[in-house]
């Protein structure tokens, strides 16, 4: 391949540095807060929206945090990143994705929030920001998919731009990737765009769409992204169903919880922190947030 050709498979709708020029995750930021998204159900799987701190305990590698604060995050704006699989191995089901993603979109939205729109295959082909649910059925193609897979790339990229998810201060982000979860084409790998999301305080809700009971190696891979950063997998087999994974994750999301605390002194070696927010015994809820945060000097 010319390096042309390679410059053009490598280039970002975002504007972002080439895949090929950046190195692998680096995070070189000392952390003085941390911020958390909680969503908490109850034993029907309901999201709970009087949820009351008390009811936490909250574990920083192990060590009690007995001073943290929680907040609902229902009166905060959204900035949700919709992201579109069009490559080649999603073709068969992309009109029935386009079509709810449209219908769904306008009851997901309210005026203060915000979506980035973001349509992948082998490289970012856009990333467009929109505010009116009637713009997703001009910017959506109806039939231009295929190509390979640059996945772990593509989330990597999305997630880190801090012009949409940061630019207006206190929000609550999340993020939907529509896919397969099958990559065969990026130079990161998925560990670097789960670290990427959880760096952002980003959850990742993934939906993939074929027959429920086959699962497919792109399965374990989008279950890996939503578990660890908070978010959800869904597996549905039709349009009906991918419309109610849809409300289901707009229900969590005007449900969901901000929860903040200071973690103690590093000794300045780059870590992964693992946080484990849980129920204190007896209470009979379920709680989910990513699995924990990076510290660096």
């Given amino acids: 391949m010319s390096p042309s050709s390679s410059a053009l498979l490598l280039s970002c709708a975002l504007a972002l540095a080439d895949f090929a020029a ?18 908490a159900e109850d034993g029907s799987g309901r999201p709970l929206r ?3 701190a008390n009811v936490l305990s909250v ?10 604060h929680l ?31 449209i219908r769904a979109t306008g009851d997901l939205l309210q005026p203060q ?35 390979l897979t640059a996945l772990y790339d593509s989330v990597y990229l ?22 397969d979860g099958e990559d065969n084409l990026s130079l990161r790998g998925l560990e670097d765009a789960i670290a990427r999301a959880q760096q952002s305080n980003i959850a990742i809700y993934t939906i993939a769409m074929h027959r429920r009971k086959a699962h497919l190696a792109g399965d374990t891979i989008l279950r890996a992204m939503a578990e660890n950063t908070g978010g959800r997998a869904f597996v549905v087999r039709d349009g009906a169903e991918l419309q109610v994974a849809l409300a289901t994750i707009g229900e969590e999301l005007r449900s969901a919880y901000l929860l ?11 870590l992964f922190h693992r946080v484990e927010v849980a129920p204190i015994p007896g209470e009979h809820l379920r709680v989910r947030t990513r699995a924990g945060y990076f510290t660096s000097p």
């Avoid at 905060?76 to 490559?87: E, F, Q």
């Fill in 71 to 101: 907040r609902a995050a229902s009166d905060l704006p959204l900035r949700i990143g919709i992201m579109a699989d069009l490559s080649g191995s999603t073709a068969v089901t992309w009109e029935q994705v386009r079509t709810s993603l």
């Fill in 113 to 147: 929030d915000q979506v980035l729109l973001v349509e992948f295959n082998q490289k970012i082909q856009i990333a467009r920001t929109i505010q009116q649910p009637a713009e997703l059925a001009r910017v959506l193609p109806a039939k231009e998919v295929g190509g």
């Fill in 158 to 179: 999305t997630c880190a731009d801090r012009e949409f998810f940061e630019r207006s201060g206190p929000r609550h982000a999340a993020l939907i990737l529509l896919s």
């Fill in 59 to 68: 574990r920083d590698n192990g060590q009690t945090i007995a001073d943290f």
């Fill in 22 to 39: 950046e190195p692998v995750l680096h995070i070189r930021k000392r952390v003085s807060e941390v911020q958390f998204t909680v969503v």
């Fill in 50 to 52: 009087n949820l009351s």
């Fill in 260 to 270: 903040d605390f200071r973690p103690a002194q590093d000794d300045g070696t780059q």
